[in-house]
């Protein structure tokens, strides 16, 4: 059974920095494409960032330079680093996993941007 289990959601202050995490089982994490997306509240889901390998990640020009991805093959989790958090960025962020035709989503974890 494949699970997606993202942790590190919360409320924080614009300018803040926030940490998420996606801890995966039941696939052989390293082959897979680890991606970060998120979804606001009326709007479509987005891609936020991805990492198909260790040595590429792709950013939404929205988070590039403010967010980083990572990922621990041995740990079997990705990341997502969050620094310079604006109001825009509130949302539920959601990590997943692809390869080929397989995907697998986690349930999301919320993030709020406010003073």
């Known amino acids: 059974q494949v699970q997606l289990v993202e942790s590190g959601g919360g409320l924080v202050q614009p300018g803040g920095s926030l940490r998420l995490s996606c801890a995966a089982s039941g696939i052989i994490f390293r082959v897979y494409n680890m991606g970060w997306y998120r979804q606001a509240p009326g709007k479509q889901r987005e891609l936020v960032a991805t990492m198909p390998s260790t040595d590429s990640t792709i950013y939404s020009g929205s988070v590039k330079g403010r967010f980083t991805i990572s990922r621990d093959n041995a740990k079997n989790t990705v990341y997502l680093q969050m620094d310079s958090l604006k109001p825009e960025d509130t949302a539920v962020y959601y990590c997943?996993?692809?390869?080929?035709?397989?995907?697998?989503w986690g349930q999301g974890t919320q993030v709020t941007v406010s003073s």
């Open positions: 997943k996993a692809t390869l080929g035709i397989r995907e697998y």
